[in-house]
């Protein structure tokens, strides 16, 4: 599964849904947001190795788009495996899932969404190699209109926890590319604006890759809502000038205790937050809520290359040659730090524990 890792582009396209089938459905299409904000394009993803590469090359990010993605994929890749015999059928498919699981470790929708596709495909078996796929299709289908579902209700929740002319500061990009339609921790942010409501919002630029300045800005200025880009270092500031009355962040992964991960810098958000007495909000859907995980010192955190701090948006490196680089993509937020968890299903309180295990009851 070494196979090339980039894609074919298509011809630059105006924004749709972010994750997609291919016109005959034997390929995922996703908008590049590595591309963004310069350029909308499209890539077509037919190859393990192509689809690897665009979770690992934040080609398609957000752990609920991820998700979306990986179920698209094991569809596509299901239609790949010309075997009749069903055992060797689902051997081959739990390969696949291994293989695109270890592109990212810490997004926990990935390994949910493939391991969805992997029990759909087995319940199915006694149908056959057309009847499994025929299921696979209509389940990745149905992630994805979960997604929406799911994007509207925790907007509709969060939206209850401001008010019109707010200051909501936000920590790298949780919107409708991260996810379907509205998106998490802006969500609330979008589904307000539509209803005539006015917000300030302060977006982190989220260093190294620039996700709050690429991404967040983005959606945020489309959907006509003010947006200040400030850097990561400007949080405090803003937070001390009483410019914040919440600060809204989604998530990659909810440990059992209420323990988040989510886009490194995020914690620092949540300290600041805490010592200048702002209420500190985490939007995501159930689907991110590890109950396997008892804590936070339990999630595997994914390092990066030296380089997205170096070279990666600068014409010349921006340190000395051979300085180390310590470059984790997420940490983890306390639980003690969280004023609420947002779900689709509600928001949960501390303590988390009773909270999240009433929620899946």
């Not at 592109?103 to 390994?111: E, G, I, K, Q």
């Not at 914690?267 to 995501?284: M, Q």
């Not at 306390?334 to 949960?348: A, W, Y």
Request: hydrophobic share 40%; with cysteine.
């Amino acid at each position: 599964m070494d196979d090339d890792m980039d894609g074919t582009k298509a011809a630059e396209t105006d924004m749709a849904e972010n994750v997609g089938l291919s016109k005959d459905g034997k390929k995922v299409v996703i908008i590049d947001q590595s591309e963004l904000p310069a350029r909308t394009v499209r890539l077509e993803l037919g190859t393990p190795g192509e689809m690897f590469g665009a979770i690992q090359k934040l080609k398609v990010r957000g752990a609920p788009a991820i998700g979306i993605f990986a179920a698209y994929c094991m569809y596509c890749l299901a239609q790949q495996t010309e075997t009749e015999d069903m055992e060797d059928f689902l051997k081959e498919l739990e390969k696949y899932g291994a293989y695109l699981n270890a592109s990212r470790p810490t997004a926990v929708n990935l390994s949910w969404a493939v391991r969805r596709m992997i029990r759909t495909a087995a319940e199915h078996a006694p149908k056959g190699r057309r009847g499994v796929l025929e299921a696979l299709g209509r389940e990745c289908v149905k992630i994805q209109e979960e997604d929406i579902a799911m994007c509207r209700a925790i907007s509709e929740y969060g939206l209850g926890l401001i008010r019109e002319g707010d200051g909501i500061l936000t920590h790298c990009n949780a919107g409708p590319l991260a996810t379907s339609r509205y998106g998490t921790a802006l969500g609330p942010l979008i589904l307000g604006a539509e209803r005539g409501m006015r917000f300030k919002v302060y977006a982190d630029e989220t260093r190294p890759l620039l996700q709050g300045a690429r991404l967040t800005t983005y959606e945020l200025m489309r959907a006509g809502i003010d947006v200040t880009l400030i850097c990561d270092s400007m949080a405090g500031i803003v937070m001390k000038n009483g410019w914040v009355q919440a600060c809204f962040v989604g998530c990659d992964r909810v440990a059992l205790n209420g323990d988040t991960a989510n886009k490194i810098g995020t914690s620092s958000v949540a300290v600041l937050a805490d010592y200048y007495n702002i209420p500190f909000y985490v939007l995501g859907p159930s689907s991110t809520i590890d109950m396997d995980c008892p804590c936070g010192e339990r999630i595997e955190i994914e390092l990066r290359e030296e380089e997205e701090i170096i070279k990666k948006y600068y014409k010349e490196p921006m340190a000395p040659e051979g300085v180390t680089c310590y470059n984790p993509a997420f940490d983890v937020t306390d639980h003690s730090l969280i004023t609420g968890i947002v779900t689709e299903k509600g928001i949960l309180r501390a303590p988390y524990e009773k909270s999240i295990r009433k929620l899946f009851e």
